[in-house]
């Protein structure tokens, strides 16, 4: 709700100076715990689970597997339809630079782009970034390559509305998540399951290449299982 949202804003103001310094010990675990949980929380999300569903029916899941590349890594939020996953949230703590920061974008986006889920969502609770993850990420990107919106803390509560249109719990389950974020201009000419294909055949004929410069008389039929 939009009264919970303000008063998370306050209480993020009044320390705000101490969570933003450089050398700050807040973690991104008390971000978490202190604003992460409790905003999504305000957007109707049963971020602890109280419904007390299985795992693979929850509608929040913390510290998530990613699929794909990032398999060893882990989005810190899974948010979900039933057991569809929607989008990914990356939480860092408030002194990272997540408006100017392309290795933060990067990380975020790779999430979303290796599930093959339209948006992913990187948050510091200083400001709330989504990004398009239908177009695959690179690292030499900005951080705003593929941003799609951009709020400041202290936008949270006035624009609530349109938060809440994008990110909440009803715009995911009425269906305007995907509505809002599918569009003809958003959506992938490939997938990462294209792309990945087409790098392994790259493999592939490297490895071929490289296997025929030392053995020339090798037939077709060996050359194919060696590589």
Do not use: C
């Not at 299985?54 to 890594?73: D, F, N």
């Not at 979900?80 to 996953?85: A, D, V």
């Not at 624009?159 to 809440?164: F, G, R």
């Amino acid at each position: 709700m939009q009264e919970d949202i303000e008063g998370l804003v306050r209480r993020y103001e009044q320390n705000r100076t101490e969570y933003v310094r450089s050398d700050s010990v807040y973690s991104e675990s008390d971000t978490r715990a202190d604003f992460i949980d409790p905003f999504f929380a305000a957007l109707g999300w049963d971020v602890t689970n109280k419904a007390g569903l299985s795992r693979r029916l929850r509608e929040v899941i913390r510290e998530t597997h990613a699929a794909g590349p990032e398999s060893t890594k882990r989005p810190d939020y899974e948010f979900k339809l039933g057991p569809e996953r929607k989008f990914f949230v990356e939480v860092k703590r408030p002194s990272v630079n997540v408006k100017d920061s392309a290795a933060v974008a990067f990380q975020a986006r790779r999430y979303g782009w290796s599930a093959n889920l339209l948006v992913s969502v990187v948050t510091n609770f200083e400001f709330l970034a989504i990004y398009d993850t239908t177009i695959e990420p690179k690292q030499e990107y900005v951080a705003g390559h593929s941003r799609l919106r951009l709020f400041h803390y202290s936008e949270y509560a006035a624009k609530y509305d349109e938060i809440s249109g994008l990110l909440s719990r009803d715009a995911v389950y009425s269906g305007q998540f995907d509505s809002t974020f599918a569009t003809p201009s958003q959506r992938p000419s490939e997938t990462v399951d294209v792309i990945f294909l087409r790098q392994l055949n790259r493999w592939r004929l490297a490895l071929g290449q490289e296997i025929l410069a030392f053995q020339p008389d090798v037939d077709a039929k060996t050359l194919n299982e060696l590589a």
